[in-house]
């Protein structure tokens, strides 16, 4: 496990975000709808994703990563 050590500023920056400009929760359901979204697109073979295709799978699971840290939802 990888642990970084986050500068006061961006710590700052993340809590004035989620506290000023969205909800955590809303801001996982916006992660988990495009990565549906994508998900879809890449899997029918959409023209608009194609050149992202090699990247998605490892984008798919750090936004999914990051949607857990903000609203945790798979966990049991």
């Known amino acids: ?4 050590k ?4 961006l710590e700052t920056r993340l809590n ?4 000023d400009k969205i909800d955590c ?5 916006m992660i988990r709808e495009v990565n549906n979204a994508l998900s879809l ?3 029918r073979k ?10 998605v799978d490892d984008n ?3 936004l999914n990563q990051l949607a857990e ?8």
């Open 1 to 4: 496990m990888i642990i970084y």
């Open 6 to 9: 986050y500068s006061t500023e």
């Open 16 to 19: 004035d975000f989620f506290t």
């Open 25 to 29: 929760k809303e801001m996982a359901k």
């Open 41 to 43: 697109s890449v899997m």
């Open 46 to 55: 959409c023209e608009t994703v194609e050149y992202g295709i090699k990247n």
């Open 60 to 62: 798919f699971y750090w």
């Open 69 to 76: 840290v903000l609203d945790p939802y798979l966990e049991t």
